[in-house]
């Protein structure tokens, strides 16, 4: 006899280019693989009215535990994962596609304690971070000892907090915007990093503070953003990887990353009470 498929309820929170695409694809594609879309909410209810029917808007973002979602997932901002994570996570898997929120050390143990509490499972997708299920590997092994990352895109594919790369013109080649922790560079670039931030929690004792990041402006990278990673271990092991992930002038996300985050939706059936990668 075939085993019945287990349908995963979900409510997407954001609708933006990523937030689109993936309730798109749900409504396309979800029987398939055992997801069903329960609710979608935007801060501008405006922009789901002609794509998104009637009886899936969510309005008022209080209201989600109604709706019974058995994973919800954030593609907006950090600012929503520090102000409903909490909540999110006593009612259901959390799949938090602004892990960058998780740079703050407060928010981090309140949401990693609510998974805890409730049994539920805070999922981090990889994203664009190529090997990252290995970085935990090394780290879970107590062999991690550094870990680097570079991101470099073109200029208008940033969304920096101030005005950091406001001067910024078509011929002025590579340009790098900020190098340290990734602990600081979150809240410059809280949108453009979240790829660092995933490593972080994967290289989790080396954490935010400890984990190294550097993000670089190149006007020659019209085609596609570049990550590179740098993974350090014991007794001369080390590890380099590049990976160019296609994108579109003035993309803050790459187009591999929407089938990567497809994936990671897929793994979200409950892997209890912990943080965990996918």
Request: proline letters at 3%; charged letters at 20%; hydrophobic letters at 40%.
């Amino acid at each position: 006899m075939t085993e019945k498929l287990q349908i995963m309820r979900i409510g997407v929170v954001g609708y933006g280019h990523l937030g689109e695409y993936l309730v798109e694809r749900i409504l396309r594609e979800g029987a398939k693989v055992g997801l069903t879309l329960v609710f979608v909410w935007n801060r501008n209810a405006d922009k789901l009215r002609k794509t998104v029917s009637q009886q899936l808007i969510l309005h008022n973002l209080l209201d989600f535990a109604a709706r019974g979602a058995d994973v919800i997932v954030e593609v907006c901002h950090p600012k929503v994962v520090k102000d409903f994570g909490v909540q999110f996570l006593s009612k259901a898997h959390f799949l938090v596609g602004s892990p960058s929120a998780l740079s703050d050390p407060h928010l981090n143990q309140q949401l990693r304690q609510a998974a805890e509490h409730h049994g539920k499972t805070l999922y981090v997708p990889s994203g664009a971070l190529w090997g990252g299920q290995d970085i935990q590997r090394l780290n879970d092994s107590g062999a991690l000892k550094a870990l680097f990352i570079r991101m470099s895109k073109h200029p208008s594919c940033f969304r920096l907090t101030g005005d950091v790369l406001s001067d910024w013109s078509e011929n002025e080649g590579r340009r790098v915007l900020f190098s340290g922790s990734v602990a600081e560079l979150c809240p410059v670039a809280p949108n453009n990093v979240n790829t660092m931030a995933a490593a972080a929690i994967a290289a989790v004792s080396l954490g935010f503070a400890g984990v190294q990041g550097e993000i670089v402006s190149d006007t020659a990278l019209c085609d596609y953003h570049v990550v590179e990673t740098e993974v350090t271990g014991a007794n001369g092991f080390s590890v380099h990887t590049v990976r160019r992930n296609p994108a579109k002038l003035g993309a803050v996300t790459g187009s591999a990353t929407y089938n990567s985050f497809w994936s990671s939706l897929q793994v979200c059936k409950g892997h209890g009470g912990r943080v965990h990668l996918c």
